[in-house]
C-alpha cells in the first residue's frame, strides 16, 4: 500500500494505463491474427483490408506509446513478408 497520497495517485494512473495498453495491445494482436488467417486463402480483397487495418492498428498503439516504434515497424514488416510470401505461393505452385 502506498504511505503518501501522491503515491496513491500515481498507482491509481498506473493501473488506468495498464489496461487501456492491454485493451489496445489485445487490439493489435486480434487484428493480426484475422490478417494472417486470412492470408492463410491467399491474397484476396478481403485479405489486403485486413492487412490494412492491422497496420492502421499498429501505427495507432505506436503514436501512442503503446507500442514501441521499432516493435510496430517490425510487426508491420512480418506481415508485409507473409503477404509477399502468400502472393507467391500460387505461381510456384504452377
Do not use: C, W
Not at 31 to 57: C, H, M, P, S, Y
Amino acid at each position: 500500500m502506498p504511505h503518501t497520497s501522491s503515491a496513491a495517485k500515481r498507482a491509481r494512473q498506473y493501473e488506468k494505463r495498464r489496461e487501456r495498453n492491454q485493451f489496445v495491445k489485445r487490439g493489435v494482436k486480434i487484428q493480426t491474427r484475422k490478417a494472417n488467417e486470412a492470408l492463410e486463402g491467399g491474397v484476396t480483397d478481403a485479405a489486403q483490408t485486413e492487412i490494412k487495418l492491422a497496420f492502421k492498428k499498429i501505427d495507432k498503439a505506436a503514436a501512442r506509446g503503446v507500442l514501441h516504434k521499432n516493435t510496430a515497424a517490425r510487426r508491420k514488416s512480418k506481415l508485409a513478408r507473409a503477404a509477399n510470401a502468400a502472393k507467391a505461393k500460387p505461381a510456384e505452385a504452377k
